[in-house]
Protein backbone atom coordinates (compact mmCIF):
# COMPACT_ATOMS: atom_id res chain seq x y z
CA UNK A 1 0.00 0.00 0.00
CA UNK A 2 3.07 2.27 0.29
CA UNK A 3 4.30 1.68 -3.26
CA UNK A 4 2.47 4.12 -4.64
CA UNK A 5 2.99 6.92 -2.05
CA UNK A 6 6.63 6.06 -2.43
CA UNK A 7 7.03 6.59 -6.01
CA UNK A 8 5.47 9.77 -6.57
CA UNK A 9 7.98 11.17 -3.62
CA UNK A 10 10.65 9.64 -5.64
CA UNK A 11 9.83 11.19 -8.55
CA UNK A 12 8.76 14.42 -7.14
CA UNK A 13 12.00 16.26 -7.10
CA UNK A 14 12.71 15.77 -11.18
CA UNK A 15 8.69 16.49 -12.11
CA UNK A 16 9.20 19.33 -10.00
CA UNK A 17 12.26 20.70 -11.70
CA UNK A 18 10.88 20.05 -15.22
CA UNK A 19 7.37 21.68 -14.46
CA UNK A 20 8.91 24.60 -12.52
CA UNK A 21 11.68 25.49 -15.66
CA UNK A 22 10.55 24.01 -18.54
CA UNK A 23 6.90 22.93 -18.91
CA UNK A 24 5.65 26.28 -16.77
CA UNK A 25 7.58 29.18 -18.94
CA UNK A 26 6.78 27.23 -21.90
CA UNK A 27 3.04 26.78 -21.48
CA UNK A 28 3.07 30.33 -20.59
CA UNK A 29 5.29 31.47 -23.81
CA UNK A 30 2.80 29.32 -25.80
CA UNK A 31 -0.64 30.25 -24.41
CA UNK A 32 0.99 34.16 -24.70
CA UNK A 33 2.24 33.66 -28.26
CA UNK A 34 -0.80 31.86 -29.35
CA UNK A 35 -3.05 34.69 -27.63
CA UNK A 36 -1.20 37.40 -29.43
CA UNK A 37 -0.80 36.00 -32.94
CA UNK A 38 -4.58 35.81 -32.97
CA UNK A 39 -6.14 33.17 -30.94
CA UNK A 40 -6.57 29.06 -32.13
CA UNK A 41 -6.29 30.30 -35.85
CA UNK A 42 -2.73 31.41 -35.53
CA UNK A 43 -1.64 27.53 -35.39
CA UNK A 44 -3.22 26.87 -39.15
CA UNK A 45 -1.75 30.17 -40.37
CA UNK A 46 1.73 29.35 -38.62
CA UNK A 47 1.56 26.51 -40.90
CA UNK A 48 0.51 28.04 -43.86
CA UNK A 49 3.20 30.52 -43.82
CA UNK A 50 5.80 29.60 -46.86
CA UNK A 51 8.94 29.81 -44.73
CA UNK A 52 7.88 27.90 -41.91
CA UNK A 53 6.33 25.29 -44.52
CA UNK A 54 9.91 25.19 -45.90
CA UNK A 55 11.47 24.90 -42.36
CA UNK A 56 9.02 21.73 -41.75
CA UNK A 57 9.64 20.31 -44.99
CA UNK A 58 13.41 20.98 -44.18
CA UNK A 59 13.14 19.19 -40.71
CA UNK A 60 11.46 15.95 -42.17
CA UNK A 61 13.96 15.60 -45.17
CA UNK A 62 17.06 15.76 -43.27
CA UNK A 63 15.75 14.11 -40.34
CA UNK A 64 14.36 11.32 -42.65
CA UNK A 65 17.47 10.97 -44.39
CA UNK A 66 19.85 11.08 -41.96
CA UNK A 67 17.92 8.28 -40.17
CA UNK A 68 17.47 6.16 -43.09
CA UNK A 69 21.25 6.43 -43.52
CA UNK A 70 21.97 5.91 -39.90
CA UNK A 71 20.01 2.29 -40.09
CA UNK A 72 21.54 1.62 -43.26
CA UNK A 73 24.82 2.21 -42.47
CA UNK A 74 24.93 1.41 -38.61
CA UNK A 75 22.81 -1.91 -38.47
CA UNK A 76 25.43 -4.04 -39.95
CA UNK A 77 28.05 -2.59 -37.41
CA UNK A 78 25.62 -3.21 -34.79
CA UNK A 79 25.04 -7.08 -35.79
CA UNK A 80 28.83 -7.34 -35.52
CA UNK A 81 29.69 -6.01 -32.22
CA UNK A 82 26.80 -7.32 -30.52
CA UNK A 83 26.45 -10.70 -31.96
CA UNK A 84 30.26 -11.75 -32.33
CA UNK A 85 32.78 -12.29 -29.75
CA UNK A 86 36.44 -10.92 -31.09
CA UNK A 87 39.62 -9.23 -29.83
CA UNK A 88 39.52 -5.42 -29.76
CA UNK A 89 35.73 -5.39 -29.70
CA UNK A 90 35.32 -3.38 -26.45
CA UNK A 91 37.83 -0.64 -27.54
CA UNK A 92 35.54 -0.28 -30.83
CA UNK A 93 32.73 0.13 -28.99
CA UNK A 94 34.36 2.78 -27.05
CA UNK A 95 35.75 4.66 -29.98
CA UNK A 96 32.44 4.43 -31.88
CA UNK A 97 30.85 6.67 -28.93
CA UNK A 98 33.03 9.21 -29.28
CA UNK A 99 31.61 11.25 -32.16
CA UNK A 100 28.22 11.40 -30.43
CA UNK A 101 30.02 12.78 -27.37
CA UNK A 102 31.87 15.70 -29.36
CA UNK A 103 30.13 19.56 -29.64
CA UNK A 104 28.34 19.61 -32.66
CA UNK A 105 30.28 22.71 -33.41
CA UNK A 106 33.50 20.41 -33.82
CA UNK A 107 31.65 18.15 -36.16
CA UNK A 108 30.55 20.97 -38.36
CA UNK A 109 33.67 21.80 -38.71
CA UNK A 110 35.03 18.56 -39.65
CA UNK A 111 33.16 18.04 -41.95
CA UNK A 112 33.60 21.53 -43.74
CA UNK A 113 37.07 20.75 -43.29
CA UNK A 114 36.99 16.92 -45.22
CA UNK A 115 34.88 18.51 -48.17
CA UNK A 116 34.41 21.88 -48.08
CA UNK A 117 36.52 24.17 -50.52
CA UNK A 118 40.12 22.81 -50.53
CA UNK A 119 39.49 20.24 -48.11
CA UNK A 120 41.39 17.05 -46.90
CA UNK A 121 39.12 14.90 -49.54
CA UNK A 122 37.80 17.26 -51.60
CA UNK A 123 40.82 18.67 -52.23
CA UNK A 124 41.92 15.72 -54.79
CA UNK A 125 38.30 14.53 -55.44
CA UNK A 126 36.76 17.35 -56.08
CA UNK A 127 33.44 15.55 -56.76
CA UNK A 128 32.65 15.12 -52.78
CA UNK A 129 32.96 18.89 -52.42
CA UNK A 130 29.12 17.84 -52.97
CA UNK A 131 29.62 16.93 -49.36
CA UNK A 132 30.71 20.32 -48.01
CA UNK A 133 27.70 22.35 -48.57
CA UNK A 134 23.76 22.43 -48.31
CA UNK A 135 21.66 19.44 -47.60
CA UNK A 136 24.46 16.75 -48.12
CA UNK A 137 26.45 18.24 -45.07
CA UNK A 138 24.38 18.76 -42.78
CA UNK A 139 23.13 14.90 -43.47
CA UNK A 140 26.84 14.28 -43.15
CA UNK A 141 27.39 16.17 -39.82
CA UNK A 142 23.64 14.57 -39.00
CA UNK A 143 25.06 10.73 -39.43
CA UNK A 144 28.56 11.35 -37.68
CA UNK A 145 27.06 12.59 -34.58
CA UNK A 146 24.24 9.97 -34.54
CA UNK A 147 25.50 6.93 -36.13
CA UNK A 148 26.84 5.73 -32.81
CA UNK A 149 23.03 5.97 -31.19
CA UNK A 150 22.07 3.32 -34.11
CA UNK A 151 25.24 0.56 -33.76
CA UNK A 152 25.03 0.63 -30.19
CA UNK A 153 20.98 0.25 -30.03
CA UNK A 154 21.23 -2.72 -32.13
CA UNK A 155 24.64 -4.02 -30.99
CA UNK A 156 21.88 -4.31 -27.44
CA UNK A 157 19.39 -5.83 -28.87
CA UNK A 158 21.82 -8.87 -31.00
CA UNK A 159 23.41 -8.90 -27.10
CA UNK A 160 20.07 -9.91 -25.74
CA UNK A 161 18.62 -12.18 -27.97
CA UNK A 162 18.10 -14.99 -26.35
CA UNK A 163 20.52 -18.03 -27.43
CA UNK A 164 18.10 -21.15 -26.72
CA UNK A 165 15.97 -20.21 -28.70
CA UNK A 166 17.73 -19.51 -31.93
CA UNK A 167 19.66 -23.59 -30.86
CA UNK A 168 16.09 -24.75 -30.58
CA UNK A 169 15.30 -23.30 -34.22
CA UNK A 170 18.69 -24.58 -35.32
CA UNK A 171 18.01 -28.05 -34.46
CA UNK A 172 14.49 -28.50 -35.48
CA UNK A 173 16.09 -28.08 -39.73
CA UNK A 174 15.65 -24.23 -39.39
CA UNK A 175 17.84 -22.23 -41.89
CA UNK A 176 20.24 -19.63 -40.57
CA UNK A 177 17.76 -16.70 -42.39
CA UNK A 178 14.74 -18.66 -40.34
CA UNK A 179 17.03 -18.43 -37.15
CA UNK A 180 17.49 -14.93 -38.09
CA UNK A 181 13.64 -14.10 -38.44
CA UNK A 182 12.53 -16.05 -35.79
CA UNK A 183 14.67 -15.66 -33.36
CA UNK A 184 17.68 -13.13 -32.43
CA UNK A 185 16.11 -10.62 -35.50
CA UNK A 186 13.26 -9.33 -33.99
CA UNK A 187 15.53 -7.71 -31.19
CA UNK A 188 18.22 -6.46 -33.63
CA UNK A 189 15.12 -4.74 -35.44
CA UNK A 190 13.46 -3.47 -32.31
CA UNK A 191 17.37 -1.95 -31.31
CA UNK A 192 17.68 0.04 -34.80
CA UNK A 193 14.27 1.53 -35.23
CA UNK A 194 15.20 3.22 -31.48
CA UNK A 195 17.97 4.40 -32.96
CA UNK A 196 16.81 5.52 -35.93
CA UNK A 197 13.99 7.38 -34.41
CA UNK A 198 16.41 8.92 -31.99
CA UNK A 199 18.49 9.66 -35.14
CA UNK A 200 15.21 11.13 -36.80
CA UNK A 201 14.50 13.36 -33.66
CA UNK A 202 17.88 14.62 -33.09
CA UNK A 203 18.89 15.73 -37.13
CA UNK A 204 15.18 17.35 -37.71
CA UNK A 205 15.61 19.31 -34.49
CA UNK A 206 19.31 20.06 -35.40
CA UNK A 207 20.52 23.75 -35.09
CA UNK A 208 23.94 24.42 -35.91
CA UNK A 209 24.46 22.29 -39.33
CA UNK A 210 22.01 23.94 -41.10
CA UNK A 211 23.10 27.57 -39.42
CA UNK A 212 26.80 27.01 -40.23
CA UNK A 213 26.79 24.92 -43.55
CA UNK A 214 23.85 26.43 -45.71
CA UNK A 215 21.66 28.93 -44.02
CA UNK A 216 18.14 30.31 -44.54
CA UNK A 217 16.50 27.84 -47.28
CA UNK A 218 18.03 24.59 -45.22
CA UNK A 219 16.42 25.91 -41.79
CA UNK A 220 14.99 23.16 -39.67
CA UNK A 221 11.93 24.45 -37.49
CA UNK A 222 14.22 24.83 -34.60
CA UNK A 223 16.55 27.23 -36.91
CA UNK A 224 13.32 28.80 -37.84
CA UNK A 225 12.32 29.58 -34.24
CA UNK A 226 15.97 30.89 -33.74
CA UNK A 227 15.50 33.44 -36.69
CA UNK A 228 12.07 34.42 -36.04
CA UNK A 229 12.85 35.86 -32.23
CA UNK A 230 16.27 36.95 -32.97
CA UNK A 231 16.35 38.19 -36.47
CA UNK A 232 12.55 39.04 -37.17
CA UNK A 233 11.77 40.16 -34.01
CA UNK A 234 8.72 38.03 -34.21
CA UNK A 235 8.55 36.37 -30.27
CA UNK A 236 4.75 35.30 -31.05
CA UNK A 237 5.17 33.32 -34.32
CA UNK A 238 8.39 32.02 -33.00
CA UNK A 239 6.05 30.62 -30.09
CA UNK A 240 3.59 29.19 -32.26
CA UNK A 241 5.45 27.45 -34.22
CA UNK A 242 7.49 25.95 -31.72
CA UNK A 243 3.93 24.40 -30.64
CA UNK A 244 3.88 23.05 -33.90
CA UNK A 245 7.16 21.77 -33.70
CA UNK A 246 5.78 19.84 -30.13
CA UNK A 247 2.60 18.14 -31.75
CA UNK A 248 4.65 17.50 -34.55
CA UNK A 249 7.20 15.64 -32.70
CA UNK A 250 5.73 13.73 -29.80
CA UNK A 251 4.48 10.74 -31.95
CA UNK A 252 8.25 9.52 -32.99
CA UNK A 253 9.26 10.63 -29.25
CA UNK A 254 6.62 8.52 -27.81
CA UNK A 255 7.61 5.18 -30.31
CA UNK A 256 11.67 5.65 -29.28
CA UNK A 257 10.51 5.37 -25.84
CA UNK A 258 8.29 2.34 -26.11
CA UNK A 259 10.71 1.07 -28.48
CA UNK A 260 13.85 1.67 -25.77
CA UNK A 261 11.68 0.32 -23.02
CA UNK A 262 11.02 -2.78 -25.40
CA UNK A 263 14.84 -2.85 -25.39
CA UNK A 264 15.30 -2.88 -21.66
CA UNK A 265 12.74 -5.60 -21.18
CA UNK A 266 15.28 -8.00 -22.98
CA UNK A 267 17.17 -8.52 -19.41
CA UNK A 268 14.34 -10.19 -18.46
CA UNK A 269 14.58 -12.83 -20.97
CA UNK A 270 17.13 -16.19 -20.39
CA UNK A 271 20.58 -15.72 -20.46
CA UNK A 272 22.41 -15.38 -24.16
CA UNK A 273 24.80 -16.93 -23.63
CA UNK A 274 28.30 -15.88 -24.72
CA UNK A 275 28.52 -14.47 -28.26
CA UNK A 276 29.50 -16.39 -31.11
CA UNK A 277 33.09 -15.86 -32.91
CA UNK A 278 32.67 -14.54 -36.53
CA UNK A 279 33.21 -17.06 -39.33
CA UNK A 280 31.88 -17.25 -42.78
CA UNK A 281 31.53 -14.87 -45.58
CA UNK A 282 28.36 -13.57 -44.00
CA UNK A 283 30.71 -12.09 -40.73
CA UNK A 284 33.52 -11.11 -42.80
CA UNK A 285 31.11 -8.73 -44.90
CA UNK A 286 30.04 -7.63 -41.72
CA UNK A 287 33.85 -6.92 -39.96
CA UNK A 288 34.85 -5.10 -42.96
CA UNK A 289 31.48 -2.88 -43.35
CA UNK A 290 32.34 -2.17 -39.19
CA UNK A 291 35.83 -1.29 -40.25
CA UNK A 292 34.76 1.20 -42.52
CA UNK A 293 32.86 2.80 -39.96
CA UNK A 294 36.07 2.73 -37.54
CA UNK A 295 38.31 4.48 -40.62
CA UNK A 296 35.44 7.19 -41.34
CA UNK A 297 35.27 8.23 -36.96
CA UNK A 298 39.01 8.11 -37.12
CA UNK A 299 38.80 10.36 -40.80
CA UNK A 300 36.80 13.17 -38.88
CA UNK A 301 39.00 13.05 -35.78
CA UNK A 302 41.72 13.09 -37.79
CA UNK A 303 40.56 15.99 -39.80
CA UNK A 304 40.14 18.21 -36.76
CA UNK A 305 43.39 17.11 -35.58
CA UNK A 306 45.01 18.23 -39.18
CA UNK A 307 43.38 21.55 -39.24
CA UNK A 308 44.12 22.63 -35.80
CA UNK A 309 48.08 21.36 -36.28
CA UNK A 310 48.55 22.69 -40.01
CA UNK A 311 45.31 25.04 -40.20
CA UNK A 312 44.19 26.49 -43.52
CA UNK A 313 46.35 29.36 -45.50
CA UNK A 314 49.72 27.34 -45.13
CA UNK A 315 50.23 28.69 -41.89
CA UNK A 316 52.81 27.17 -39.95
CA UNK A 317 52.52 24.26 -36.87
CA UNK A 318 51.03 25.74 -34.36
CA UNK A 319 49.83 28.54 -35.55
CA UNK A 320 45.67 27.61 -34.81
CA UNK A 321 46.69 27.76 -31.15
CA UNK A 322 48.78 31.34 -31.05
CA UNK A 323 45.67 32.80 -33.29
CA UNK A 324 43.73 31.15 -30.16
CA UNK A 325 45.27 33.61 -27.50
CA UNK A 326 46.45 36.43 -30.22
CA UNK A 327 45.17 39.56 -29.92
CA UNK A 328 42.36 39.39 -31.97
CA UNK A 329 40.54 36.67 -30.74
CA UNK A 330 40.58 38.34 -27.72
CA UNK A 331 38.71 40.99 -29.05
CA UNK A 332 36.38 38.55 -30.67
CA UNK A 333 35.90 36.69 -27.21
CA UNK A 334 35.94 39.86 -24.82
CA UNK A 335 36.69 37.47 -22.00
CA UNK A 336 39.11 35.37 -23.91
CA UNK A 337 39.82 31.58 -24.41
CA UNK A 338 40.59 30.60 -21.11
CA UNK A 339 37.89 32.70 -19.33
CA UNK A 340 35.47 30.70 -22.09
CA UNK A 341 36.94 27.15 -21.70
CA UNK A 342 36.35 28.07 -16.79
CA UNK A 343 32.68 28.86 -17.92
CA UNK A 344 32.00 25.64 -20.21
CA UNK A 345 33.69 23.44 -17.43
CA UNK A 346 31.84 24.92 -14.44
CA UNK A 347 28.76 25.12 -16.05
CA UNK A 348 28.56 21.29 -17.38
CA UNK A 349 29.96 20.29 -14.40
CA UNK A 350 27.30 21.88 -12.22
CA UNK A 351 24.82 20.61 -14.73
CA UNK A 352 25.58 17.09 -14.58
CA UNK A 353 25.67 17.26 -11.03
CA UNK A 354 22.04 18.62 -11.09
CA UNK A 355 21.04 15.65 -13.47
CA UNK A 356 22.26 12.78 -11.43
CA UNK A 357 21.15 14.15 -8.02
CA UNK A 358 17.63 14.14 -9.93
CA UNK A 359 17.80 11.15 -11.67
CA UNK A 360 18.65 8.81 -8.66
CA UNK A 361 15.36 9.00 -6.98
CA UNK A 362 13.43 8.88 -9.83
CA UNK A 363 15.14 5.63 -11.58
CA UNK A 364 14.16 3.80 -8.55
CA UNK A 365 10.80 4.72 -9.40
CA UNK A 366 11.14 3.64 -12.92
CA UNK A 367 12.67 0.54 -12.01
CA UNK A 368 9.00 -0.04 -10.00
CA UNK A 369 6.88 0.09 -13.36
CA UNK A 370 8.44 -0.16 -16.95
CA UNK A 371 5.06 1.54 -18.01
CA UNK A 372 5.36 4.81 -15.72
CA UNK A 373 9.30 4.31 -17.10
CA UNK A 374 7.97 5.26 -20.33
CA UNK A 375 5.87 8.17 -19.30
CA UNK A 376 8.90 9.98 -17.18
CA UNK A 377 10.94 9.17 -20.01
CA UNK A 378 8.18 11.34 -22.00
CA UNK A 379 7.61 14.06 -19.72
CA UNK A 380 11.44 14.45 -19.13
CA UNK A 381 12.06 14.45 -23.32
CA UNK A 382 9.55 17.35 -23.42
CA UNK A 383 11.63 19.66 -23.29
CA UNK A 384 13.96 18.47 -26.31
CA UNK A 385 10.28 18.53 -28.40
CA UNK A 386 9.71 22.15 -27.27
CA UNK A 387 13.31 22.88 -28.49
CA UNK A 388 16.17 24.12 -26.89
CA UNK A 389 16.10 27.82 -28.51
CA UNK A 390 12.39 28.05 -26.86
CA UNK A 391 13.14 26.09 -23.41
CA UNK A 392 15.80 29.23 -23.00
CA UNK A 393 13.67 31.88 -24.49
CA UNK A 394 11.24 30.68 -22.32
CA UNK A 395 13.32 30.47 -19.31
CA UNK A 396 14.51 34.19 -19.81
CA UNK A 397 11.25 35.50 -20.54
CA UNK A 398 9.99 34.05 -17.43
CA UNK A 399 12.17 33.43 -14.85
CA UNK A 400 15.69 35.83 -15.57
CA UNK A 401 13.56 38.75 -14.06
CA UNK A 402 12.95 36.83 -10.72
CA UNK A 403 16.96 35.72 -10.61
CA UNK A 404 18.14 39.42 -10.72
CA UNK A 405 18.50 40.10 -14.90
CA UNK A 406 21.66 39.28 -16.49
CA UNK A 407 23.36 38.84 -13.47
CA UNK A 408 22.43 35.76 -12.46
CA UNK A 409 22.14 34.29 -16.51
CA UNK A 410 24.66 31.62 -15.43
CA UNK A 411 21.54 29.81 -13.53
CA UNK A 412 19.55 29.40 -16.41
CA UNK A 413 22.48 28.38 -18.30
CA UNK A 414 22.72 25.30 -15.82
CA UNK A 415 19.33 24.88 -15.67
CA UNK A 416 19.26 24.74 -19.45
CA UNK A 417 22.23 22.07 -20.05
CA UNK A 418 20.66 19.98 -16.72
CA UNK A 419 17.51 19.89 -18.26
CA UNK A 420 18.60 18.37 -21.67
CA UNK A 421 20.79 16.00 -20.13
CA UNK A 422 18.02 14.71 -17.83
CA UNK A 423 16.30 11.88 -20.29
CA UNK A 424 19.95 10.55 -21.11
CA UNK A 425 21.40 10.22 -17.21
CA UNK A 426 18.00 8.56 -16.49
CA UNK A 427 18.44 6.05 -19.36
CA UNK A 428 22.62 5.83 -18.41
CA UNK A 429 20.69 4.75 -14.38
CA UNK A 430 17.67 2.87 -15.82
CA UNK A 431 19.71 0.06 -17.60
CA UNK A 432 22.20 -1.09 -15.49
CA UNK A 433 19.27 -0.71 -12.60
CA UNK A 434 17.01 -2.79 -14.76
CA UNK A 435 19.70 -5.72 -14.57
CA UNK A 436 20.02 -5.57 -10.51
CA UNK A 437 18.24 -8.02 -8.88
CA UNK A 438 15.30 -7.15 -6.30
CA UNK A 439 16.52 -9.36 -3.54
CA UNK A 440 18.79 -7.32 -1.52
CA UNK A 441 16.11 -4.26 -1.61
CA UNK A 442 13.46 -6.27 -0.80
CA UNK A 443 15.67 -8.37 2.06
CA UNK A 444 16.22 -4.85 3.37
CA UNK A 445 12.88 -3.73 3.09
CA UNK A 446 11.69 -6.70 5.06
CA UNK A 447 13.47 -5.60 7.65
CA UNK A 448 12.13 -2.26 8.49
CA UNK A 449 14.08 0.31 6.11
CA UNK A 450 12.43 2.46 4.38
CA UNK A 451 11.59 1.87 0.16
CA UNK A 452 14.36 4.96 -0.60
CA UNK A 453 16.83 4.34 2.31
CA UNK A 454 16.91 0.41 0.99
CA UNK A 455 17.58 1.51 -2.54
CA UNK A 456 20.61 3.65 -1.11
CA UNK A 457 22.34 0.71 1.01
CA UNK A 458 21.41 -2.16 -1.13
CA UNK A 459 21.07 -1.02 -5.18
CA UNK A 460 22.76 2.31 -5.05
CA UNK A 461 26.39 0.65 -4.79
CA UNK A 462 25.97 -1.91 -6.83
CA UNK A 463 25.53 1.12 -9.43
CA UNK A 464 28.68 2.67 -9.08
CA UNK A 465 29.39 2.36 -12.83
CA UNK A 466 26.39 3.35 -14.01
CA UNK A 467 26.35 6.95 -11.77
CA UNK A 468 29.72 7.99 -13.24
CA UNK A 469 28.41 6.77 -16.70
CA UNK A 470 25.31 9.01 -16.17
CA UNK A 471 27.63 11.98 -14.49
CA UNK A 472 30.27 11.72 -17.49
CA UNK A 473 27.21 11.46 -20.47
CA UNK A 474 25.35 14.23 -18.58
CA UNK A 475 28.96 16.36 -18.08
CA UNK A 476 29.47 15.50 -21.81
CA UNK A 477 26.43 16.98 -23.16
CA UNK A 478 26.67 20.31 -21.17
CA UNK A 479 30.40 20.55 -22.48
CA UNK A 480 29.10 20.74 -26.32
CA UNK A 481 25.58 22.39 -25.64
CA UNK A 482 25.33 25.23 -27.99
CA UNK A 483 21.57 25.79 -28.58
CA UNK A 484 20.25 27.00 -25.89
CA UNK A 485 23.59 28.46 -24.11
CA UNK A 486 24.08 30.51 -27.03
CA UNK A 487 20.63 32.10 -26.95
CA UNK A 488 21.21 32.98 -23.06
CA UNK A 489 24.11 33.94 -22.40
CA UNK A 490 26.06 37.13 -22.17
CA UNK A 491 29.28 38.41 -23.09
CA UNK A 492 30.76 37.36 -19.15
CA UNK A 493 29.40 34.09 -19.50
CA UNK A 494 30.44 32.85 -22.79
CA UNK A 495 31.73 29.12 -23.35
CA UNK A 496 33.53 27.20 -25.98
CA UNK A 497 31.06 26.59 -28.70
CA UNK A 498 29.48 29.71 -28.41
CA UNK A 499 32.78 31.15 -28.77
CA UNK A 500 34.12 29.44 -31.27
CA UNK A 501 30.61 29.92 -33.34
CA UNK A 502 31.54 33.48 -33.03
CA UNK A 503 34.88 32.77 -34.52
CA UNK A 504 33.72 30.90 -37.54
CA UNK A 505 31.35 33.13 -38.20
CA UNK A 506 33.67 36.13 -38.19
CA UNK A 507 35.95 34.83 -40.20
CA UNK A 508 38.63 34.09 -37.85
CA UNK A 509 39.45 30.66 -39.22
CA UNK A 510 42.37 29.89 -37.41
CA UNK A 511 40.99 30.63 -34.29
CA UNK A 512 38.22 28.91 -34.62
CA UNK A 513 40.42 25.39 -35.97
CA UNK A 514 42.30 26.03 -32.30
CA UNK A 515 39.34 26.13 -30.28
CA UNK A 516 38.02 23.45 -32.37
CA UNK A 517 40.99 21.43 -31.14
CA UNK A 518 40.83 22.70 -27.67
CA UNK A 519 37.03 21.27 -27.27
CA UNK A 520 38.13 17.95 -29.07
CA UNK A 521 41.22 17.22 -26.18
CA UNK A 522 38.41 18.22 -24.13
CA UNK A 523 35.91 15.57 -24.85
CA UNK A 524 38.33 12.97 -25.68
CA UNK A 525 39.19 13.26 -21.75
CA UNK A 526 35.66 13.19 -20.54
CA UNK A 527 35.43 10.23 -22.94
CA UNK A 528 38.35 8.39 -21.57
CA UNK A 529 37.20 8.81 -18.15
CA UNK A 530 34.13 6.91 -19.43
CA UNK A 531 35.83 4.43 -21.06
CA UNK A 532 37.73 3.38 -17.20
CA UNK A 533 35.84 0.54 -15.81
CA UNK A 534 35.65 -1.41 -18.76
CA UNK A 535 31.09 -1.32 -19.10
CA UNK A 536 30.91 2.00 -18.16
CA UNK A 537 31.03 2.68 -21.41
CA UNK A 538 28.42 0.20 -22.90
CA UNK A 539 25.96 2.85 -22.79
Given at each position: ????V????LV??I??Y????A?L????L??G ?6 GP????A ?5 L??Q???N ?12 V ?5 A??F??R???R??E??RS?L????L ?6 VL?V?D ?6 L?S ?8 L?S ?5 VA??L ?6 VI ?7 AV ?13 G??A?AYRD??G ?8 A ?10 L??AP???L??P ?8 V ?6 F ?6 G?L?LVL??A ?6 A?L???R??RS??SL??PGP ?7 L?A?LA?E ?7 V??V ?5 D?T??P?G???V?A???AL??P??A ?6 I?G?L????L???V????A????VPA ?5 G ?7 LGF ?11 V?AF????F ?5 G ?5 WV ?10 L ?8 LP?S??G ?7 E??G?P??F ?5 D??R???G??T??L?AF ?12 L??PRF?TL?VA??G??D?R ?11 L?L ?6 L????G???V??
Amino acid sequence: MKRPVGTAFLVAPILLYVGLFALLPAGILFAGSVAAAGGPSAVAAAVATPLNRQAIGNSLLQGGLSSLLAVGVGYPAGLFLGRYDWRGREIVRSVLLVPFLLPSLVVVLAVRDLFGSGGLLSGPLPLLGALGSGVPAIVAVNLVFNLPLVILLTATGAAVAPRALEETVVTLGGSPARAYRDAWGPSTWIGAAAGGLLTFLFSALSFAPPLLLCGPRCYTVEARVWSLDTTFLDPSGAGVLALVLLAAFAVPAIAYLELARRLRSGGSLPSPGPPRRPRGPLAAALAAETALVVAAVGLVLGAIVDRTVAPYGGAGVGAAWTALLSPATARAVPIGIPGALGNTLLFAAVAAGLAVLLTVPASLAVAGGRRGGTLLGFFLFAPLLVSPVVLAFALANFWRPLFGGEATVWVLVIVSQGMLALPFALQALGLPLSGLGSGPREAAETLGAPRFFAFLDADLPRLRDGLVTAGLFAFALGLGEFTATNFLVTPRFTTLPVALYGLADSRHLLAADGAAGLLLLVSLAVFLAISVGGRRVEL
